[in-house]
């Protein structure tokens, strides 16, 4: 048999191509699943158990006689596949596998893993029949960009005229200002034709969708507390820019994806103006306010008032706010999503994330709503609404404990005050797999897996190094999930928290680009655009200790194996009688007895392709 606290070859499932027939799951109809067995674990039986009406069913699993004895995937030949088709009788459909050895041994197979326990349902495999999103996003390389601090067009004046909000300041001399009261006030003059000017670089490391930051006036530098949905900016060239910058993203083969508030708004936008005026006022019923006229914000900020979801006129206005700009944008990144619609009592979330979905595939059914999430999203999720969240939980925080430089001092852990804390892989991985497993797969593989964004400390001050920034790279290029990245991490860029982390782009600053970073991420990046493997296979730990994460992405036809190291390590022995074919940064290897023995090394990550 096997330890199931010992990570290796075990019992495998998940929710890619080669374990999980690629239907979309409809009511009253079956999706056909497959559990890969290696042969010795000699494992006798495998049931497969789900939840139908919050009851309990079990249905025997058959050996798939066509698969078993194949070296799917280009090893384990001698594996043992079983089959069975999963009714689905609820939206929402869990599911696990019994698995039971020749001394009456059990286990549980969940998305958590093998375990030799009884555990929630919370980590069951899931089925949805929702609509999953539009099928581009499962391939998309995101790129994260900051209006006023990307590009300033060419033969654009320097900053004159500002509004009073706005105090100008030189792209390549003057430092940001991190925190205090001059912070959002800060104006680079970025544009959206700079960013059109720079395309050809975001092509070099294969982006296929760029985020945008929001665009609508505001009295900021980041733009979220808007006065208006109504216009974009005339500071960053009006709505004829952003008409320009879409044809020329979408010209390539792009995409382009806007940032809305649907919690909040500014103090001095329309809306709120009129019903801070005029308590008689239809708008009023949009906020929330109290008997003195005070009222709820975000976080009790009051330049951010809260809408009131409750209202219908909120619902009407911010439904046309969100079809209006889809004219440009292929979809929504949906700011502050955790608290829309939350407040108190009223907790109308999943709800509101439904309705707005249902208002973009009005007008673009083939757009992504993807929500900001800094916590647990999992609840928010597999609901009809948020097709995935921008991963900070279960990628980002993992990887920065793991990865932190022993020098790093930061104030926060991203939401979490107090510095970065340091942790192994072990660790490490039981997190990532921890969050992973209480999403669907296509939630999970839709989701934002950022190594830093513009609200938190960049991956560079946070790593200390070159080295384990590119491992962080590396990992960010081969785990599932969407890999986003913050515009100037690809040069190495520091900073200490979200406002540090919005330096204007060095384009003539030479002396603040890595260019040894932005040639690794080339590189990795093309790796997950020309790898099928990378992009929708499946994922199997095989190895995690205090510096050494190491993984498998499965296809039918090849495997990919990972290798992520922190520090230097000694030679790790793996279960693969197949031989490696160094695809990054790696020597061939031959197998002997059974196994492969990666060698010893230093911080860094290598890849292989696995068998002949």
């Known amino acids: 048999m096997f330890d199931p606290d010992v990570l290796g070859l075990h019992p495998h499932h998940d929710g890619s191509a080669l374990y999980t027939e690629q239907i979309r799951p409809v009511l009253g109809g079956a999706v056909r699943v497959w559990v890969r067995v290696p042969a010795r674990t000699a494992i006798k039986e495998v049931l497969l158990r789900t939840t139908p009406d919050g009851d309990v069913l079990y249905r025997r699993a058959a050996i798939d006689e066509e698969r078993t004895g194949r070296a799917l995937g280009g090893y384990g030949a001698g594996d043992v596949w079983w089959y069975a088709d999963v009714p689905i009788r609820n939206p929402v459909t869990g599911y696990r596998f019994v698995l039971r050895g020749p001394a009456d041994e059990s286990y549980w197979l969940t998305a958590a893993g093998v375990v030799g326990h009884d555990v929630r349902d919370t980590t069951d495999f899931r089925l949805v029949t929702h609509d999953p999103g539009p099928d581009w996003a499962r391939d998309a390389i995101v790129y994260e960009i900051f209006p006023d601090r990307f590009a300033r067009s060419a033969g654009s004046p320097e900053p004159s005229g500002l509004p009073d909000w706005a105090v100008a300041a030189d792209w390549d001399e003057d430092t940001v200002i991190h925190a205090g009261p001059l912070t959002p006030r800060q104006f680079y003059g970025g544009d959206l034709d700079g960013i059109i000017e720079h395309l050809d670089h975001l092509q070099s490391l294969a982006v296929t969708a760029i985020y945008l930051r929001p665009v609508f006036p505001a009295e900021s530098n980041h733009r979220y507390n808007a006065t208006t949905f109504d216009l974009v900016d005339p500071l960053l060239g009006g709505e004829a820019a952003l008409k320009r910058l879409a044809a020329a993203v979408h010209a390539r083969g792009m995409r382009l994806i806007g940032d809305i508030t649907t919690n909040h708004c500014g103090d001095a936008h329309e809306w709120f103006r009129t019903a801070h005026a005029d308590p008689g006022a239809p708008e009023r019923e949009m906020f929330y306010f109290d008997a003195d006229g005070g009222y709820e914000a975000w976080y009790g900020v009051p330049s951010l008032p809260k809408f009131n979801w409750e209202s219908p006129l909120v619902h009407e206005r911010m439904a046309a706010v969100v079809r209006r700009w889809l004219e440009y944008y292929d979809g929504w990144r949906v700011d502050v999503a955790n608290m829309t619609g939350r407040n108190r009592e009223v907790d109308r979330t999943l709800e509101i994330a439904a309705e707005l979905r249902r208002e973009v595939e009005r007008v673009r059914p083939d757009a992504v709503l ?234 860094a990550l290598r890849i292989w392709r696995v068998g002949r």
């Open 370 to 603: 993807i929500a900001e999430h800094n916590y647990d999203a999992a609840p928010d999720l597999d609901a009809g609404g948020w097709q995935g969240t921008m991963n900070y939980a279960g990628f980002t925080r993992p990887l920065w404990a793991w990865l932190r430089g022993p020098d790093v001092r930061l104030p926060y852990f991203i939401d979490v005050p107090g510095n970065v804390p340091s942790r192994d892989g072990r660790n490490t991985l039981a997190a990532m797999r921890a969050f992973a497993a209480g999403m669907s797969w296509t939630s999970l593989t839709r989701s934002w897996q950022l190594l830093d964004s513009y609200d938190c400390a960049r991956v560079r001050t946070v790593t200390g190094s070159r080295e384990r920034h590119l491992v962080a790279a590396g990992l960010q290029a081969t785990l599932p999930g969407t890999p986003t990245v913050c515009g100037g991490s690809e040069y190495g860029l520091t900073g200490v928290n979200g406002e540090d982390a919005r330096t204007p782009m060095p384009w003539r600053r030479p002396g603040d680009r890595d260019e040894a970073t932005f040639l690794a991420y080339q590189r990795l990046l093309g790796l997950r655009a020309a790898e099928p493997a990378l992009r929708r296979g499946g994922l199997r730990w095989l190895h995690a200790d205090a510096d050494t994460l190491i993984f498998l992405r499965e296809t039918a036809s090849e495997s990919l194996l990972v290798a992520a190291a922190r520090a230097e390590h000694g030679p790790v022995a793996l279960p693969l009688d197949a031989p490696l074919t160094g695809v990054y940064d790696a020597a061939d290897l031959t197998p002997s007895n059974g196994q492969v023995v990666l060698p010893a090394g230093a911080a």
